[in-house]
């Protein structure tokens, strides 16, 4: 099928979604940073490969392509795990998952204990594997530092009632799901919400009245219409509206979209792309994952995005309308790398930005991710960094930009055997310091579901598939395509003592090491 990309990125319902306000560079001399605002936003499952500022040529995201413009942009960064909870307990534990307690999708929730929801059966509990309470996470550190703290989108750190749900964990105000597997649906039964200034003593549930009206699955299902990404965009809104210069604050803004289900409002930036892609392909849902079937999967999954796009465009709108765009951090990412579920075809719009793997995979396409920084007058614009960082230097990089000192002899728990952290700080990078930048001898990841390894060490990656050690040059072979273990086996040694080094085994996530 021939498209013409010119069009598609031409369109004049996408022309039509707010620009990302710029922000002149002061010529004055710059200043010092001095306790930065911070925003985080993460989004869920979108490829190195699906922005325009990344090579992507259908999709349009003049946003967050401005941000890149006038910010730095990552080609090297890194998630902490290719699936989702386990990359933000990297980001909010700041350990690698060869340390860390979440190592994977554990889930919590049961068919056996159900409630109803009109005649919707849900569950009576619902979330994740918590994040140990005897090891302290990056919102705790930085309230701690007298940060207000909020979280809008997905939580995945602990189910409803667990010692780790965002009211325990350093979190003022949060809004949206506790579960992931609740995220799979765009118009859910309930919402959760933990609102100190709403007088909440714990995270509750917020019925969806008008969407339990209407049935989960089927063509029913789209007669529902509150829909979460929105809802949970203009809680951020909402929260970022009420900060101001004299206090600092950390935002965390967890989107679910792009991932699964394809659904979302029939407007405008829908409308356009399923004009453009006027050959497109349907999918016929999945009950058990809450995938519904969808028709112009390709339309769907590009207005997903510039959606997002659109909303990341509304918050930089919001900081230059409170006046806090100049001292305000915000990093774009994603959480992993793309997914094929619910219908979603990541080889059409080559997802994976030519690199090889998915969600779910070491190899570079399920944890290479786009990461943006964006901070006027102390991130130099239109700068693009090569710096080979992952999600556990987050937690460090905040901490010394916060002024929040010696933070690992602060707060590594002494009575937690292994306890510590794993990151180095970013921040030198981020300010134009690169002399000053500390950098890993090696990256580390692992995943017990598909149980792979992975090891970086310069342009050397090691893969480990159920033991099985395959080793890649990125420099002449950045889509993992050739393995040459054969011919280095002094490197594949080398790369396994990391291994043996970094792993410390766990129960309840098993990796098979290399033989």
């Not at 728990?413 to 310091?433: E, H, K, V, Y």
Request: aromatic residues 12%.
């Amino acid at each position: 099928m021939t498209i013409d990309k010119n069009l598609l990125l031409a369109s004049a319902e996408l022309a039509c979604m707010p620009a990302l306000l710029s922000a002149k560079p002061s010529k004055a001399r710059k200043a010092e940073p001095s306790r930065p605002n911070i925003l985080f936003i993460m989004c869920d499952d979108m490829g190195y490969g699906d922005l325009a500022c990344y090579g992507q040529p259908f999709i349009s995201t003049p946003n967050i392509d401005r941000m890149a413009r006038e910010g730095m942009r990552f080609t090297q960064a890194y998630a902490g795990s290719p699936v989702s909870a386990p990359s933000r307990a990297a980001l909010m534990t700041g350990q690698h998952s060869g340390h860390s307690h979440v190592r994977g999708n554990k889930e919590y929730w049961s068919y056996d204990k159900t409630v109803r929801y009109g005649d919707n059966v849900d569950f009576a509990v619902v979330g994740q594997e918590p994040y140990d309470p005897a090891h302290k996470i990056l919102p705790e550190m930085l309230k701690d530092r007298g940060y207000r703290t909020g979280l809008f989108g997905k939580w995945a750190g602990g189910y409803e009632g667990s010692p780790s749900t965002p009211d325990k964990r350093g979190i003022d105000e949060f809004y949206g799901y506790i579960c992931q597997f609740q995220a799979h649906l765009y118009y859910p039964n309930f919402l959760n919400r933990y609102s100190r200034s709403m007088g909440d003593t714990a995270v509750t549930r917020e019925v969806m009245t008008e969407n339990i009206k209407h049935p989960m699955f089927g063509p029913g299902y789209f007669k529902r219409t509150q829909y979460s990404a929105r809802i949970i965009h203009d809680k951020a809104l909402e929260w970022i509206g009420k900060q101001d210069a004299r206090h600092p604050f950390v935002g965390f803004l967890t989107y679910t979209l792009p991932h699964a289900e394809l659904a979302q409002p029939d407007d405008k930036i829908l409308e356009g792309y399923k004009k453009r892609f006027f050959v497109d392909k349907t999918w016929g849902g999945q009950e058990g994952s809450r995938y519904n079937a969808v028709e112009h999967t390709h339309a769907q999954f590009a207005g997903m995005i510039t959606r997002l796009d659109a909303y990341v465009g509304e918050i930089m709108a919001k900081l230059k309308e409170k006046g806090l765009d100049k001292n305000t951090l915000v990093i774009f990412t994603s959480d992993n790398g793309p997914h094929e579920e619910g219908g979603a075809d990541p080889a059409y719009f080559g997802r994976d930005g030519k690199l090889r793997g998915l969600k779910r995979q070491c190899y570079e396409g399920g944890i290479r991710v786009p990461f943006i920084a964006w901070w006027p007058g102390h991130v130099k614009a239109g700068t693009v960094s090569d710096l080979q960082f992952a999600f556990y230097d987050i937690m460090p990089t905040f901490c010394d930009l916060a002024g929040v000192k010696d933070f690992r002899k602060r707060y590594t728990n002494r009575a937690l055997p292994g306890d510590g952290f794993d990151g180095l700080s970013i921040a030198p990078t981020l300010l134009g310091d690169t002399t000053a930048q500390k950098r890993h001898d090696h990256l580390y990841w692992e995943f017990h579901e598909t149980d792979q390894i992975g090891v970086r060490r310069g342009d050397w990656k090691l893969v480990v598939v159920k033991g099985k050690p395959r080793l890649y040059d990125l420099a002449a072979d950045l889509h993992e395509d050739h393995d040459v273990a054969s011919k280095h086996p002094d490197i594949v040694g080398q790369l396994v003592d990391i291994i043996k080094k970094e792993h410390t085994d766990s129960p309840a996530f098993k990796v098979t090491l290399p033989y």
